[in-house]
């Protein structure tokens, strides 16, 4: 075979698949995870630089961002080594029963407001009627 009108010898034009990198992109990327000590020691290092370009070596390096840094260096001047190590994510759900028990109750709550308002529309109007009619509502008898 001959390309540009030199000859090939075999296997130098053809390429294994396995050779070649994959075209197909991940469906699912993962999340990088850093611990609050590699945080910290990045924000140490980024201190200690010097000289102009360094932090930007450093950060291309370490394979980051600048607002990594910046982040880090917020959370590093609190103090606060719990928010560097912080999870992002939803929060547990662990009061999802309760506020489900809590919405079923103040449910049956408004039910029983309104079975009481009209039982005492229906008590009103029985002391209404026993008065036209002269019967005490408490024996059953006339007065």
Known sequence: MKVNGTPLSTGEGKRSAAAR???EVAAKTTRRRFTAAYKLSIVEKADACDTPGEIGELLRREGLYSSHLSSWRKAAREGSLRRLAKKRGPRPSGGK?????????????????????????????????????GVSPGDGKRS
């Open 21 to 23: 990198p994959d075209p």
């Open 97 to 133: 029963r309760e506020a489900k028990r809590v919405r079923k109750l103040e449910r049956e709550n408004a039910r029983l407001r309104e079975e009481l308002r009209k039982a005492r529309i229906i008590i009103d109007v029985q002391g209404k009627v026993a008065g036209l009619l």
